[in-house]
């Protein structure tokens, strides 16, 4: 079984960039697909991007391609998500997920194991 622990959310002005980390413990953390979401207040969880095992597979929700990118150092047990072009509706509760399997999912249900989030705020 995978914990998760998400890090790297701050305050930044629209424009600018973060870098979350996603460490896990407790598992064999290649063998996880690891989806990252977010929840912006009064609003249902979304699905931001997913990266497969080998990191050789990714995908992204329209509102974030060519502006995220998600990455992994499977070594470090680590997942990354590199922000670029903030933009004020990206504030949200940034949150990674993790499945085994092989198969790439963009919904949450898909996922077993969740971090505890952290908070990206994009001023304007």
């Known amino acids: 079984q995978v914990q998760l622990v998400e890090s790297g959310g701050g305050l930044v002005q629209a424009g600018g960039s973060l870098r979350l980390s996603c460490a896990a413990s407790g598992g064999t953390f290649s063998s996880y697909a690891v989806g990252w979401f977010r929840q912006a207040p009064g609003k249902e969880r979304e699905f931001v991007a997913a990266?497969?095992?080998?990191?050789?597979?990714?995908t992204y929700a329209d509102s974030v391609k060519g502006r995220f990118t998600s990455s992994r150092d499977n070594a470090k047990n680590r997942v990354y998500l590199q922000m670029n072009s903030l933009k004020p509706e990206d504030t949200a509760v940034y949150y990674c997920?993790?499945?085994?399997?092989?198969?790439?999912?963009?919904?949450?249900?898909?996922?077993?194991?969740w971090g505890q989030g952290t908070q990206v705020t994009v001023s304007s």
């Open positions: 990266i497969l095992q080998s990191g050789g597979g990714t």
């Open positions: 997920a993790a499945r085994l399997g092989t198969v790439m999912r963009t919904m949450s249900r898909y996922y077993d194991y």
